[in-house]
Nanobody, 111 residues
Framework: VQIVESGGGLVQPGGSLRLSCAASGFTLSWYDVTWYRQALGKERELVASITDNGDSTEYTDSVKGRFTVSRDKFKNMVYLQMNSLKPEDTAVYYC?????WGQGTQVTVSP
């Protein structure tokens, strides 16, 4: 089983990125998926989650209105659209489902 995140990078404040989460070895579409992030020197925090059928999502307060989590069940993918990025969004972003974690993708928001 493997979870792989992609789409991170360096972006200026106010910019956008879309992170992708893909899985092999199990059917991601059958399970709830959660995005976490961990900034340097800080604890890992939940960012957003989506239920298995995509009918319910949750967000941490600091990203509400800016981030959107979605999924494509046919492609077995989950996405995190991040808009109006701020320097405090800088972190390694992780995708988690069931008991598995991806390796993370770095998001850096800097002028």
């Amino acid at each position: 089983v493997q979870i792989v995140e992609s789409g991170g990078g360096l972006v200026q404040p106010g910019g956008s990125l879309r992170l992708s989460c893909a899985a092999s070895g199990f059917t991601l579409s059958w399970y709830d998926v959660t995005w976490y992030r961990q900034a340097l020197g800080k604890e890992r925090e939940l960012v957003a989650s989506i239920t298995d059928n995509g009918d319910s999502t949750e967000y941490t307060d600091s990203v509400k209105g800016r981030f959107t989590v979605s999924r494509d069940k046919f492609k077995n993918m989950v996405y995190l659209q991040m808009n109006s990025l701020k320097p405090e969004d800088t972190a390694v972003y992780y995708c988690h489902s069931v008991e598995w974690w991806g390796q993370g993708t770095q998001v850096t928001v800097s002028p």
